[in-house]
C-alpha cells in the first residue's frame, strides 16, 4: 500500500516559537490533508491542499502541496499551548476514493508555556 | 447537532470475546469509515462503506466485520478478539467531496 513518512515523530517547544512539520510520500498524490488530534477526540481537518505548489493559510497555520507531488509541509507560528496535540498529514492518490486515504503516522506536538 | 457519535468510549475485553462498535452520524453523509489508530502508526483504515448497502475492505480488515445497518449507523463487530486489536478505533462519515468527520473514538483493550 501507500506509504506517507511523516516527520519529526515528536517535537517540544517554547511558546511563541514557530513549527515545521512535513510529510513525505513514495508516490503522487493529487490531495493532500493535514488534521490535528486533541487528546481524547478524534482528527479534525485543519487545511485541505489540491494543486501542487498550493499555498493555503488557516490563521497562524500554513500548509504547502510540494512541487513534485509526494511531499506536503505544515507551518505553525507563533505557538500556543492549545497547540498542544498530534498532528496527522494524509494523502489521496489521484483518481482514487477517500478509501484510499493514507494517514502519516503523526507528530506529536507539546509546547510549554 | 451530535455529528459522528461512537459506543462506548472504553472497553475491555478477555482474548477470545467477541464485541461491536457501534457508530451513527446525523448529518446524512453517504460514506463511513472504521479506522484504527495505533501507536506510531497514524491511523490505518479497517472497512469503510460508500453508500448505504455496500462494504469494502480497508488496508486491515483481519478479524473484523462490518455492518452498514442503515444510511445513519455503521457498527463494527470483533467476532474472537486477540491482544493485537488492542487500540483506539474511531469512526468517521463524508458527504461526497467534502472532509471526513471522526468520532470521539473507542479505547480498546484486550488482554
Known amino acids: 500500500g501507500q506509504q506517507l513518512n511523516q516527520s519529526p515523530q515528536s517535537m517540544f517547544i517554547q511558546e511563541g516559537e514557530d513549527v515545521s512539520m512535513n510529510c513525505t510520500s513514495s508516490?503522487?498524490?493529487?490531495?493532500w490533508l493535514w488534521y490535528k488530534q486533541d487528546p481524547g477526540e478524534g482528527p479534525v481537518l485543519l487545511i485541505a491542499?489540491?494543486?501542487?505548489?498550493e499555498l493555503t493559510s488557516n490563521g497562524r497555520l500554513t500548509a504547502q502541496f510540494g512541487i513534485t507531488r509526494k511531499d506536503s509541509f505544515l507551518n505553525i507560528s507563533a505557538s500556543i499551548p492549545s497547540d498542544v496535540g498530534i498532528y496527522f498529514c494524509?494523502?489521496?492518490?489521484?483518481?482514487?476514493?477517500?478509501?484510499?486515504?493514507?494517514f502519516g503516522q503523526g507528530t506529536i506536538l507539546t509546547v510549554h508555556p | 447537532n451530535a455529528g459522528v457519535t461512537q459506543t462506548p468510549k472504553f472497553q475491555v475485553l478477555k482474548t477470545g470475546q467477541s464485541m461491536t462498535l457501534q457508530c451513527a452520524q446525523d448529518?446524512?453523509?453517504?460514506?463511513m469509515y472504521w479506522y484504527r489508530q495505533d501507536p506510531g502508526m497514524g491511523l490505518r483504515l479497517i472497512y469503510y462503506?460508500?453508500?448505504?448497502?455496500?462494504?469494502d475492505k480497508g488496508e486491515v480488515p483481519n478479524g473484523y466485520n462490518v455492518s452498514r445497518l442503515n444510511k445513519r449507523e455503521f457498527s463494527l463487530r470483533l467476532e474472537s478478539a486477540a491482544p493485537s486489536q488492542t487500540s483506539v478505533y474511531f469512526c468517521?462519515?463524508?458527504?461526497?467531496?467534502?472532509?471526513?468527520?471522526f468520532g470521539s473514538g473507542t479505547q480498546l483493550s484486550v488482554l
Open positions: 468517521a462519515s463524508r458527504l461526497a467531496n467534502e472532509k471526513l468527520f
Open positions: 508516490s503522487i498524490f493529487n490531495t
Open positions: 491542499l489540491y494543486k501542487a505548489g
Open positions: 494524509a494523502g489521496l492518490p489521484s483518481g482514487t476514493s477517500y478509501g484510499k486515504l493514507t
Open positions: 448529518m446524512n453523509h453517504n460514506s
Open positions: 462503506s460508500a453508500s448505504e448497502g455496500t462494504t
